[in-house]
């Protein structure tokens, strides 16, 4: 019988970039495929300003020349390696013999781009598994200019799907995280059970489904536990208290838009559809329009196109979006009715603005024409650009516009991380995506810490003894 193993080639003492694969006889799976948020390249498109990115065209030979990314060959698109000689990329790697797969398929838990910027590049023959919602919204970043296409086939999945490898099985598990569709996975290898949680949070609207997550384990078994650890600090006591959670969070901006005199304008990320939809909805309530920026509407509309199940029934839905013609570009196919920065300065107190940095020069024609002035709120809510990013903070200060913070991150707390190795009561706990995964309190369960480059055998892993 074979036995499993497991290759760590991203995810190690760093945000995201998580790239394990598993490996039993001559297949395997990679799970996620991304690029740590701060390795030598910022994968395209994540904050939409200012990132130091990767060369147009020459994308893939950088991500691998600088050792971002799994140095294996047939996970990739011939035309974006452009005889790339993968001798110097395994140089970079330290020459290190990594096992060799007949079969390697990929699982993509979500569509932050610390797991899936790599996408674009896959090998067409490589089957991606994905859940269903992940897909959807991917195919709206897509529309939306948000990210590339890829020509890898990707394998749309239902919630605690199980897909057959042979030698072992993967069954997909649906988590709660601040991107729609974000799903785990538990590996069932005969002899071996492993868990990998993705990105995940407690303080967001489905923490039940961490609660059937670990339900799910205990049922299984789990021998190794692979969790994120993104929130850990140096010092365990300096990690901040539990955040809001996300229905405070959305009654605090119900509030705001029930207060505010002027416009209101709302920097969020459109990769969480959730609470796009449910800040559309509030805003409606409250009696406003929803006036959206052209590229983060046709991700919405994309992806509603293909079918969001956690919109189901939402009251979004339903919603009509004016799109800022000032947005619009050549590229994008727009859906809905625009509208003129001139309208809008016009009556500010009848819209919310879905606002894309770094569009602040509409702020000077939007505060300075029509007749009422002040009395306008800018809201940064889990986007990349702070309030106190130089730029936004010149504007608000200038045009007296009122500034909040509307923030609960995606990730879980070290407590909630520790309760949940508790409860599934693994033999062994692995955290990724962190920089400082010795801090994890895991109530005396064994934690293994791989190295980059490193292949260690499932059984090796549990047999070792490190608390
Ligand atoms: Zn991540
Ligand atoms: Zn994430």
């Given at each position: 019988m074979h036995t499993g193993q497991l290759t760590f080639f991203g995810g190690v003492g760093e945000y995201g970039g998580v790239q394990v694969l598993y490996g039993k006889g001559e297949q395997a799976v990679l799970f996620d495929f991304g690029v740590e948020h701060s390795s030598l390249l910022f994968p395209k498109q994540l904050t939409l300003y200012e990132p130091v990115g990767a060369s147009p065209g020459r994308e893939l030979r950088q991500f691998l020349l600088g050792g971002m990314t799994a140095p294996l060959v047939q996970l990739y698109d011939p035309q974006h390696m452009k005889d790339l000689d993968m001798a110097k990329v395994r140089r970079s790697w330290g020459n290190i013999d990594f096992p060799h797969y007949e079969g390697i398929r990929l699982f993509i838990g979500h569509m932050h781009t610390d797991h899936m910027a790599i996408l674009p590049y896959a090998n067409p023959n490589i089957p991606v598994y994905m859940n269903h919602d992940a897909h959807s919204l991917y195919q709206g970043m897509v529309a939306g200019g948000h990210s590339f296409d890829t020509a890898a086939r990707i394998m749309v999945c239902d919630d605690?799907?199980?897909?057959?490898?042979?030698?072992?099985?993967?069954?997909?598990?649906?988590?709660?995280?601040?991107?729609?569709?974000?799903?785990?996975?538990?590996?069932?290898?005969?002899?071996h059970t492993i868990a990998y949680t993705g990105d995940w949070r407690k303080q967001g609207k489905h923490s039940e489904r961490i609660d059937r997550f670990i339900e799910l384990c205990r049922e299984k078994q789990i021998d190794l536990l692979i969790t994120e650890g993104t929130r850990l600090a140096?010092?365990?006591?300096?990690?901040?208290?539990?955040?809001?959670?996300?229905?405070?969070?959305?009654?605090?901006?119900?509030?705001?838009?029930?207060?505010?005199?002027?416009?209101?304008?709302?920097?969020?990320?459109?990769?969480?559809?959730?609470?796009?939809?449910?800040?559309?909805?509030?805003?409606?309530?409250?009696g406003r329009k929803v006036v959206m920026d052209a590229s983060h509407a046709v991700i919405w509309h994309r992806a509603n196109q293909e079918g969001l199940r956690i919109l189901e029934g939402h009251p979004a839905l339903g919603v009509d979006i004016l799109i800022v013609d000032a947005t619009v570009t050549d590229k994008l196919q727009v859906p809905n009715k625009t509208i003129s920065l001139e309208e809008m300065a016009e009556r500010k107190n009848d819209y919310v603005y879905f606002y894309k940095f770094p569009d602040l020069a509409h702020m000077i024609e939007l505060e300075t024409l029509g007749d009422s002035q002040g009395g306008s709120h800018f809201i940064q809510s889990d986007y990349s650009v702070k309030v106190d990013h130089a730029d936004v903070a010149k504007y608000l200060k200038t045009f007296g516009i009122t500034g909040h913070s509307l923030c609960n991150g995606g990730h879980a707390h070290p407590e909630a991380i520790a309760d949940m190795i508790e409860r599934i009561a693994p033999k062994a706990v692995i955290t990724l995506h962190s920089r400082h995964p010795r801090s994890q309190d895991t109530r005396g369960i064994n934690a293994y810490f791989p190295q980059k480059g490193e292949t260690v055998t499932v059984a090796s892993i549990l047999a070792s003894t490190t608390i």
């Open positions: 605690l799907s199980v897909v057959d490898f042979g030698e072992f099985t993967m069954q997909i598990v649906e988590m709660d995280h601040n991107s729609t569709g974000t799903a785990g996975i538990i590996i069932d290898g005969g002899d140096a010092d365990p006591s300096a990690v901040l208290s539990n955040q809001m959670t996300e229905v405070e969070l959305l009654s605090r901006y119900a509030d705001i838009v029930d207060e505010a005199e002027g416009l209101i304008y709302l920097q969020m990320s459109p990769r969480d559809l959730e609470r796009m939809a449910d800040m559309m909805a509030i805003a409606v309530e409250k």
